[in-house]
């Protein structure tokens, strides 16, 4: 079984930066697509960038030129680079990671337990 564990997540002034990271862990796999989410409190899930194994990046437009995704695929970590926080970015952020577990057939989506952002104003 493979367990996405995030680490990162706190409490920041309106301007400030946090660093997300997410380790897949578990199995011998082989990551694909990885995506960070986000949701906040009464709003649905929101997905706010991803990466491609061959480092295609994609951000919601809210984002761009603030956060950065990038990911480590020896060792199969993902993370969210998060400058010029604004209070709108408080939720709780999630990773997901597209993944073959070696020797099995197909990929499955694997979600994080979510790691809160606090952005204070």
């Known amino acids: 079984q493979v367990q996405l564990v995030e680490s990162g997540g706190g409490l920041v002034q309106a301007g400030g930066s946090l660093d997300l990271s997410c380790v897949a862990s578990g199995a011998q796999v082989r990551v694909y697509t990885i995506g960070w989410y986000r949701q906040a409190p009464g709003q649905q899930r929101e997905l706010v960038a991803q990466?491609?194994?061959?480092?295609?990046?994609n951000y919601r437009d809210s984002v761009k030129g603030r956060f950065t995704i990038d990911r480590d695929n020896v060792q199969n970590i993902a993370y969210l680079f998060m400058n010029s926080l604004k209070p709108e970015d408080t939720a709780v952020y999630y990773c997901t990671m597209d993944v073959e577990i070696i020797g099995r057939e197909g990929t499955q989506t694997y979600w994080g337990q979510g790691t809160q952002v606090t952005v204070s104003s």
């Open positions: 990466i491609t194994r061959a480092l295609v990046r």
